[in-house]
């Protein structure tokens, strides 16, 4: 269905400036694009004509491969083909050390993988980019601009990088990525951590505009240092666009979902960002219910925080109860410590005073 440009604060509900609204908006269109039609025979799914081109596409559900979305192939409907490519684009980012080390070919991709192959190719695109100087090279400037970037962001987590930056082996046709330290030691990718080259990875996305769309990651704080973990959670967040500026290759229109089960995260992370997953039981709708009764199943449901703009906006959206935040607040010992007599950590009570005291980022 087309949203009209005046009532689009009616629906997207989280917080997003005009000139952002503006920047990622646009079309008169009033009639449905993608319509569903059971008034007389068998439940037809149409795709209407789009703009001047196009025609009207009819379809029985039953027959349909999978939705009506997919059989689309051609700019005959442009609106529903961007659509098809903007699902296609979502990607679950599973990064693996093994890809992530690996060197590339000269001919390899452009764009990381979701496991982080390619990162090297990457890189070396962004800072090879057509930017040229007058006499038709690469900008040197620019290329030293974007590793510095990278650097500067990897130095947030690991503050004795001063430098990242891509080897040009010409004999054996490969890119590899080095990162070198203070005391001027130059470690490649083969010699990073696993956390390491994962952040990096991410960096890397931050400043590629081609990483658009949808990413989830699951478990972000996988081989980062408690004390690092604001610093990913601040990398994601920039990851992501800024809904109060204007969308452009500076602040491409993207989205970012992670799962975590860290108390750590869940603290760090703002509170209208946060979802609860859990199972509850289900009941087959009355409808359908048939003979045999209603069917119980487990199904997921997702709650929010009190007095967030999901509470504010969305009067039915579920809300958590405050016993299940205190897991992840305020973790309790478990009856075997308590008959043990044994202490946590977090029991000592040098440690209880700092507990309330420790500024956020510690």
Not at 60 to 66: C, D, E, G, I, W
Not at 77 to 84: C, D, E, G, I, S
Request: aromatic residues 4%; neutral net charge.
């Amino acid at each position: 269905m087309p949203l009209r440009l005046r009532d689009a604060a009616d629906h997207i509900l989280f917080p997003a400036s005009k000139e952002w609204r503006d920047s990622v908006l646009e079309g008169r269109r009033t009639s449905k694009f993608i319509s569903t039609d059971e008034s007389d025979g068998p439940r037809l799914v149409r795709v209407h004509q789009d703009g001047r081109s196009g025609r009207l596409l009819a379809r029985p559900a039953s027959a349909l491969p999978r939705t009506m979305l997919s059989t689309v192939q051609t700019g005959e409907y442009p609106t529903a083909l961007m659509v098809r490519r903007e699902m296609q684009s979502w990607r679950l980012l599973q990064l693996e050390g093994s890809a992530l080390r690996r060197p590339d070919e000269f001919t390899a991709p452009a764009r990381m993988g979701s496991d982080g192959a390619h990162m090297a190719a990457t890189l070396q695109h962004l800072a090879r980019r057509p930017k040229a100087n007058g006499n038709g090279k690469p900008d040197e400037t620019h290329a030293s601009a974007v590793y510095a970037q990278v650097a500067n962001r990897l130095s947030e987590l690991l503050e004795d990088v001063r430098e990242v930056t891509i080897d040009r082996d010409e004999t054996r046709e490969r890119f590899t990525l080095q990162v070198r330290t203070r005391d001027g030691t130059i470690h490649s990718a083969r010699d990073l951590s696993d956390g390491t080259l994962r952040f990096l990875a991410l960096a890397v996305m931050e400043f590629d505009p081609q990483s658009g769309g949808l990413l989830c990651l699951e478990e972000p704080e996988n081989g980062i240092h408690p004390k690092r973990i604001p610093v990913m959670l601040q990398l994601l967040q920039d990851i992501a666009t800024d809904t109060d500026e204007t969308c452009d290759e500076g602040n491409p229109l993207r989205q970012v979902i992670v799962n975590t089960h860290s108390p750590l995260v869940f603290q760090q992370v703002p509170d209208d960002s946060v979802l609860l997953a859990e199972l509850v039981e289900g009941v087959t709708p009355v409808s359908d219910l048939g003979k045999k009764g209603p069917a119980r199943f487990p199904k997921l449901q997702f709650s929010c925080l009190e007095g967030t703009w999901r509470t504010k906006k969305i009067k039915s959206h579920r809300v958590t109860g405050k016993g299940k935040l205190l897991a992840y607040l305020n973790p309790s010992a478990s009856e075997r410590e308590i008959q043990s007599g044994r202490k946590r950590v977090m029991d000592r009570e040098d440690v209880k005073q700092l507990l309330f005291t420790l500024p956020s980022g510690g």
